[in-house]
Structures are given as C-alpha cells and as structure tokens.
C-alpha cells in the first residue's frame, strides 16, 4: 500500500523558513517513474503545485515562488523534503505531498495518484 | 503559461448526471486529470489521462477531452458525490503542472 505523510511545524513566524518532511511507504523514491510532488492549499481557495521532484533528481519549480523554494530527498530514509524560505501570512495553507506519476511517450505527461492527508502551516507573529 | 477554466459551481439532484467542464486552448491535444476533494480531506485521483479509472473507483464517474474542453461525468449521481472537482493537465512548454481553479459540485 502506498501512503505518504507530511510532518512539520504547525505555526512559524513572518520572515521564518519552513521545512516540511514528506515520509513516502511502498514505492521506491529510486524508481524513474515515479516521484514527490507538493501541492498547498489556502483556506477555501484552489489547489496550487508547488515543486516537483524525481529519482534522477529532475525538478520543477512554480515559477511564482521558484526562488523561495528547494526540495531535496533522502532515498535512504524515503523522505522528501521542502524548504520554503522568508515565510509570510499568505502562505498559510494546507501543504499536501503527493506521488506523481510520469506516463506517456515520447509525450509525456504526470498525475497524482496519491496523496498524503495534508499538513497545515499557519504563518504569523 | 497554460489555464485552465472551470465553473465556480455545478448543481445536480441524485440520481442525474452531473457534468463539470474544463476549458483550455487545444486541451484535447493534452492529457487531463480530475481530482475528488471532500470537505476537510485530502484530493482523490478520480479519471487520469482523459477517461481512464483508477481501481476502486466508481464506474459512474467518466471523462472526456476534445476541442477545447475536457469533461467529467458523474452518472447516478450521490449524496457523497459532493465535493470540489479540480481538472489538471501538465504543461511540458513551462514543466509545470497546472490546476483549473476548482468546481463544487452540489447535489441537491
């Protein structure tokens, strides 16, 4: 069964980095097609992707908040990890890990299949 | 960079069908993906590439893509049908995924 998790703090501080760990279970952060993407949420508002990461270390960034961001994993521990940097209230949302697929050829395309639960991060003083 | 267009919100008594539209220039050249999220849960994967059906996934809900719009069906629709419904395509131009803003499917 493949189950993902996030952890993390639940308030930080205007100005403060937030690191938020996405723990993955039965798949391989090693396997090609597959990888950890994350996806927040603001309180009612839409889905938003974040950053995407794979196990040849490709990644992609969205491009508002791409100089904020870093994403890194730890294959050994099956844990991606998120790093968002100078925090502000907007960023308060629910952050969401999610495996995402690659399919298709030679026009690829991705989707999530699975997602963890969600984390939800409140930014304020 | 690519958008997509949903309705802000459908309505459907149960036992109809229920149609959510997602609006993109070509979209029927790309793939498109629809998501389920419940109030308070995390989004489900409900129709990948188009029309295909995750297992556990019920038969009632379908997708279609052509032209400008992709479509997901939900026949016989339910009480636990309600929900958010986001469409989702990748844009290999920018290498981002993109999400239409979300419909909220009522079921009256």
């Known amino acids: 069964q493949v189950t993902l998790k996030e952890s993390g703090p639940v308030l930080v501080k205007p100005t403060e980095t937030l690191t938020l760990t996405c723990t993955v279970s039965g798949f391989s952060l090693s396997n090609p097609r597959m990888g950890v993407t994350w996806i927040r949420q603001p309180p009612g508002k839409a889905l938003e992707w974040l950053v995407q990461?794979?196990?040849?270390?490709?990644?992609s960034y969205g491009s508002s908040l791409k100089s904020r961001f870093t994403i890194s994993k730890d294959t050994s521990k099956s844990q991606v990890v998120l790093t968002m940097t100078n925090m502000d209230p907007v960023d308060t949302a629910t952050y969401y890990c999610?495996?995402?697929?690659?399919?298709?050829?030679?026009?690829?395309?991705?989707?999530?299949?699975?997602w963890g639960t969600g984390t939800t991060v409140t930014v304020s003083s | 960079s690519y958008e997509l267009t949903q309705p802000p919100s459908v309505s459907a008594a149960p036992g109809q069908t229920a149609r959510i539209t997602c609006g993109g220039h070509n979209i029927g050249t790309r793939s498109v993906h629809w998501y389920q999220q419940r109030p308070g849960q995390a989004p489900v994967l409900v129709v990948y590439?188009?029309?295909d059906r995750p297992s556990g996934i019920p038969e009632r809900f379908s997708g279609s893509n052509a032209g400008d719009t992709a479509t997901l069906t939900i026949s016989r629709v339910e009480v636990g049908d309600e929900a958010d419904y986001y469409c989702q395509v990748w844009d290999s131009s920018s290498h981002h995924v993109v999400f239409g803003g979300g419909t909220k499917l009522t079921v009256l």
């Open positions: 999610a495996r995402i697929l690659e399919a298709g050829a030679p026009y690829y395309y991705y989707y999530m299949d699975v």
């Open positions: 990461s794979f196990s040849n270390d490709a990644r």
């Open positions: 590439d188009d029309s």
